[in-house]
């Protein structure tokens, strides 16, 4: 069946470190992949996404992605944090039939 | 509207009550989708639109939700005899045929007391 797993339920770094959230999916084919960030209050919003070609793919808010197909990866990069990243993340993965996946989350501290 | 709306943004009910939440997706939109998220958890898939197809109810998790999407455009999800454990952000999102890329409401938050 298919999955999405995000093994960490918090991360803290500081504001101008660098971030990597990690997602891990299960799923026959190749998928299409999304990371989706979750302010307090709000609904989903999408910040990149992977159907076919590069597999580092850039997103808004300076965020980028890359797909590892040999370790079934889709982790979510940035170089440089800023307070107002702090928010929950969710990866997806879409599976062709409209129906999307989503991780548990991963929400981001941003301690000054 | 340019986004996603849902309505209310905030609903408090009294344990067995039913409640209504509505959804006003993307002007042209064809897909449509309803959410669960429990304080802490992901997204739990409840039901998807598409078109005038039958609809994919496999994520209600009981008889006492229902959907249902009129003219092709707004929809209602019903909780009917609300349960403590219905409490939940309540995410209603929309996409363009053939499309994956989803949008999302602001979600409706329901307290059942």
């Known amino acids: 069946a298919q999955s999405v797993t995000q093994p960490d339920i918090h991360i803290t770094v500081s504001e101008g470190a660098s971030l990597e959230l990690r997602c891990n999916y299960s799923y026959g084919a190749t998928p299409y992949l999304f990371w989706y960030v979750q302010s307090p209050g709000q609904g989903l919003q999408l910040l990149l996404k992977?159907?076919?070609?590069?597999?580092l793919v850039q997103g808004i808010k300076g965020f980028e992605a890359e797909f590892k197909r040999s370790q079934s990866s889709f982790n979510l990069r940035k170089p440089s944090v800023h307070w107002s990243d702090a928010a929950e993340y969710f990866c997806?993965?879409?599976?062709?039939?409209?129906?999307?996946?989503f991780g548990a989350g991963t929400r981001l501290f941003v301690k000054a | 509207g340019a986004g996603v709306s849902q309505s209310p943004s905030n609903k408090v009910t009294e344990k067995g009550k039913d409640v209504e939440l509505r959804c006003d997706p993307i002007?042209?939109?064809?897909?449509l989708y309803w959410y669960r998220q429990s304080l802490g958890q992901g997204l739990e898939f409840l039901i998807y639109f598409q078109g005038n197809s039958a609809p994919d109810k496999s994520g209600l998790p009981s008889d006492r939700f229902s959907a249902e999407r009129t003219g092709g455009s707004v929809s209602t999800l019903t909780i009917q005899r609300t349960q403590q454990e219905d409490s939940a952000v309540y995410l209603c999102?929309?996409?363009?045929?053939?499309?994956?890329?989803?949008?999302f409401g602001p979600g409706t938050r329901l307290l059942v007391l």
């Open positions: 997806a993965v879409g599976t062709g039939g409209f129906k999307t996946i």
């Open positions: 999102a929309s996409s363009m045929e053939y499309q994956e890329t989803q949008y």
């Open positions: 992977y159907f076919s070609g590069d597999t």
């Open positions: 002007s042209g939109h064809t897909a």
